[in-house]
């Protein structure tokens, strides 16, 4: 033993860092992400792969968007589809995995009623069709009274976490649990500080609502559902338990803790169903199989009357979305890409299946019992054993490990197995190649992690001159920039997951490449949308012209990088880029859990907005007026003066063309003609400002700003605007 007592402690060594891992004192990231993917592995192996029919999916997809319209629809139309599902198809309860946190104003009730207060308040014929059309238009009202009496569980979700401050919008339902309901045992469940729930008249019309948070490993993945939420001191369940609890008429839920007080959370009582849960109360999602594990029916079809009613008849029917634009894809064990109504699916049919695996509380005194006995065991005989015998003992070891692992999952229950078939193949491979260095790679693997999530100028400049530089919350005169794909839910239908991938791939290393060339730091990605900003970390006194400088390379890479996309296969996009300056926040904001650095303030809010105008004055590019102020040696085209969704105060809008010195003589007249008519439409001198853009229209007929100028003109020349008209245009979306 002497001869191998190097061997021996550093085996130890290793053993003592899964133990500490094990219990819970230590993390090792790898062992981490490898237990997520055995969990994984047993998961896709062992799943039914049937179709679930008892659950019904009724799909707001695209199909439903085309025919029906944009979402949110109009309140009466839920309604309609209320009533169909209960008393055409005799459904046994409907969850909702949306939710209504806005008044419906569609109907046009609200204007009317201010008609009746104001102009026409002494018509009483006007007022008295009102008072009959009322409950008719008021379609809260309307969906309001389709839910009375009816299993209508509605969704929400909390946001923020303690310490933290977070908006409240909407009516929470009733909690289902008090805080003294787990005075007897240990629990875990987050606070939360917030949420954003279904506005009040709904609310208080269904039978009850569940939250639908979700709760994602580090690795992004969602494997489990929070079944409860703690805020304010009480207790709120999830859309899935919610609607199983509708189903058997609200029984109550009770909390188990098998050894009694002071024991850890182990199930949720529901009837006769014991759901299985950890100390947090988060249950483990039990994956049917692929998206489609349970029939989806178009929203369109059921409005439309095109199902027929043996189809849905005592289902359990969850409204949710697939649509890519509505934003409710999860990544997931069995997919990158999954619905997100479909996990309440799989949970709701799990609950009735008794079949929800459990991880007990036990489980990590399994797996400490396991790496001291394999562990110990190898560490002493492996440096006694030649080459053969140690391979098969290794072998024999981590075999035995997995089968009791294999036989406790078939029995439902979920032991932690990476750090067994990770430690024992490395006390094997250390012993056979002595001196391997294992902590050097390490470091290295760490080196390459903290490279791909810190930007490269922050490293430069940490490393650089540490004592100077912060990433705490400052005040800061920043620009940025905001742009996405025009149309993009449209050209995502047409392509398959992997060929949106690759899409959206070479989209956005293409336009990040160009943001890092001129200086900038890139936010985030928002699905399609890219947010990235200039004068931080680093201070960047020309941060205006380096933001334009890169939006107009943008443009210009579009061109190339169309006729490669085209090549492929892929259809034709446009960009939309929205530039504005301004003082902002920027730092490290989020959570105690997680942080970012990031920008914000009105200037960031103002950028976004301007890139969603680019749609209505055809063009690339829309800059605010405080980045105009910020640049010289520019030919601006001035866009409009604009009042957008969110401030009170308008803002001039323009166009960046280029440097001065590289544009020939006749654009640079056309962008003076234009800015002359702008300048003759504000002074109301309708004539002068149509014989301009009819100029203009005579060079460039096909340039859809001319026309949508020339429209506003003809119809001011036909109904002036009001006496005091200020040449804002005013826009109520985003």
């Known amino acids: ?52 029919d008892r659950i019904v999916i009724i799909d707001i997809d695209e199909k439903s968007l085309a025919e ?14 209320v009533d169909l599902l209960f008393d055409r198809y005799q459904v046994a309860v409907v969850g909702f995995d949306v939710v209504f946190a806005e008044p419906d104003t569609s109907s046009g009730l609200r204007e009317l009623e201010a008609l009746a207060r104001g102009a026409l308040s002494k018509e009483a014929g006007f007022r008295k069709a009102l008072a009959q059309s009322r409950g008719r238009l008021d379609y809260d009202r309307l969906l309001a009274s389709r839910f009375k009496g009816r299993p209508v569980v509605l969704g929400y979700y909390f946001a923020g976490d303690t310490g933290g401050t977070s908006l409240k919008s909407g009516l929470l339902p009733s909690p289902v649990l008090e805080k003294n309901a787990f005075d007897s045992g240990v629990i875990h469940i987050p606070v939360k500080t917030g949420y954003g729930a279904n506005i009040q008249i709904l609310q208080k019309a269904a039978a009850t609502a569940g939250h639908f948070n979700p709760d994602p490993d580090p690795d992004g993945v969602t494997r489990r559902v929070p079944m409860l939420q703690q805020y304010n001191g009480s207790y709120y369940e999830s859309l899935s338990l919610a609607v199983l609890r509708a189903m058997f008429g609200y029984p109550e839920i009770m909390p ?28 483990l999602i039990p994956y049917r199989g692929n998206q489609g594990s349970f029939p989806y029916i178009s929203a369109a079809d059921i409005l439309k009357g095109r199902v027929s009613t043996e189809t849905l008849e005592g289902a359990i029917i969850l409204v949710g979305t697939t649509a890519p634009g509505l934003m409710d894809l999860r990544s997931t064990p069995v997919s990158a ?29 399994a797996e400490l019992a396991s790496l001291l006995v394999g562990g110990g065991l190898l560490i002493l005989l492996l440096p006694l054993l030649g080459p053969l015998w140690s391979l098969a003992l290794t072998i024999g070891v981590v075999g035995l490990s997995g089968l009791i692992n294999y036989l406790a999952w078939r029995s439902g229950l979920v032991l932690p197995l990476a750090s067994q078939m990770t430690l024992f193949p490395i006390l094997y491979a250390f012993n056979a190649s002595y001196g391997f260095l294992v902590e050097s790679r390490t470091k290295r693997q760490i080196t390459g992690l903290f490279g791909q999530y810190v930007p490269p100028q922050i490293v430069q400049t940490m490393s650089k001159d ?32 992997k060929e949106l991938a690759t899409f959206m791939n070479e989209y956005l290393t293409a336009m990040t490449a160009i943001i890092y060339e001129h200086g900038g730091t890139v936010d985030k990605y928002i699905g399609d949308a890219i947010m990235a900003f200039w004068g931080a970390p680093l201070h960047d006194p020309d941060h205006a012209l380096h933001a334009v400088q890169a939006a107009l390379a943008m443009r210009k890479r579009m061109v190339s990088l169309q006729q490669e996309m085209t090549v492929q296969g892929f259809p034709e996009i446009k960009i939309g880029i929205g530039v504005n300056s301004g003082t902002m926040r920027v730092g490290n904001m989020g959570s105690s859990f997680r942080v970012a650095y990031t920008v914000m303030g009105d200037a960031v809010n103002l950028a976004s907005r301007l890139e969603g105008l680019t749609r209505q004055y055809d063009t690339w590019v829309i800059t605010g007026e405080a980045t105009r102020g910020l640049i010289n040696g520019y030919v601006w ?35 003076l003609t234009f800015n002359d008519m702008v300048i003759e439409y504000r002074k109301q001198h309708w004539d002068a400002a149509e014989a301009l853009l009819e100029q203009l229209i005579a060079c460039k007929p096909d340039r859809k700003l001319y026309q949508f100028y020339l429209k506003r003109v003809h119809q001011y020349l036909q109904e002036p605007p009001a006496a005091d008209w200020d040449g804002v245009c005013t826009f109520t979306t985003k």
């Open 1 to 52: 033993m002497k001869k191998h007592a190097v061997r021996i402690i550093i085996g130890c060594v290793l053993l003592l860092l899964f133990l500490l891992h094990g219990a819970g004192w230590l993390q090792l990231r790898l062992v981490q992400q490898l237990e997520l993917w055995s969990y994984d592995h047993r998961l896709l192996r062992t799943m039914p792969t049937t179709v679930d």
């Open 68 to 81: 029906i319209g944009r979402w949110p629809w109009s309140r009466n139309q839920v309604a309609r589809m």
């Open 337 to 365: 890409v999954y619905a997100g109504v479909e996990i309440h699916a799989n949970m709701i049919a799990g609950m009735l299946d008794n079949s929800i695996r459990h991880a007990p509380t036990y489980a990590r005194g």
């Open 637 to 671: 085209r001035e866009l409009d003066l604009v009042r957008v969704k969110g401030k009170n105060e308008p803002v001039a809008i323009f166009e960046p063309c280029g440097e001065e010195s590289l544009l020939d003589e006749q654009y640079k007249g056309d962008i």
């Open 256 to 283: 188990g803790f098998p050894g009694g007080s002071g024991s850890m959370l182990e199930w949720l009582q529901v009837a006769d169903l014991k759901l299985p849960v950890d100390s947090s109360a988060s249950a």
């Open 466 to 497: 540490p004592e100077n530089f912060t990433m705490a919350a400052e005040a800061r005169e920043m620009t940025v920039l905001f742009t996405d794909v025009v149309g993009f839910t449209s050209i995502a239908e047409k392509l398959t997951p």
